[in-house]
């Protein structure tokens, strides 16, 4: 009877987290590190337009000290700028949670923004017939 293999433990990576707003999305890796926060792998600080930046960086900044601790980095997909910005936000704010484990941080960043982990349900309606865009029809001119 052969004697049976080894069995290899799986290569622990960083753990992952999701963030989606309309058609972006976005997944962000954490690991042990410094504070470094990396989108696409452009340092954050050089992340245009700068109010997205600014957007993206609104979990980082309520949760304060305990940025030094995590090096962050995201991937970002799809959608607009503004739609990229929010999905960035509610990956971070979500590994930041997780990360902690406990509800000061959770209900810090509810307070901050609603839609940080749990996500803004709006989406874009769709185009009908009749006109040009999902509301406006053509005009009628009965004279």
């Known amino acids: 009877m052969p004697s049976p293999t080894p069995r290899v433990p799986a290569k622990k990576g960083p753990k992952l987290y999701s963030g989606a707003r309309k058609t972006a999305r976005a997944t962000a ?7 470094r926060i990396r989108v696409n ?3 954050v600080e050089l992340w245009e337009p700068e109010p997205a930046r600014l957007h993206l960086l609104g979990p980082v900044l309520v949760v304060g000290e305990l940025r030094e601790k995590y090096d962050l ?5 799809g959608g607009g700028f503004m739609g990229q ?14 990360q902690v484990r406990g509800s000061e941080i959770r209900e810090r960043l509810n307070a ?5 982990l749990s ?10 017939f009749g ?3 999902a509301r406006r029809k053509r005009q009628k001119s009965y004279r």
């Open 119 to 128: 996500g803004d349900p709006r989406q874009a309606e769709p185009k009908k």
């Open 112 to 116: 901050y923004n609603k839609y940080l």
């Open 29 to 35: 890796a954490i690991s042990a590190g410094a504070g």
């Open 41 to 43: 792998g452009t340092p």
């Open 73 to 77: 980095d995201v991937s970002v997909a």
């Open 131 to 133: 006109g040009p865009g």
């Open 85 to 98: 910005a929010d999905a960035a936000a509610m990956a971070i704010a979500r590994a930041y949670v997780d």
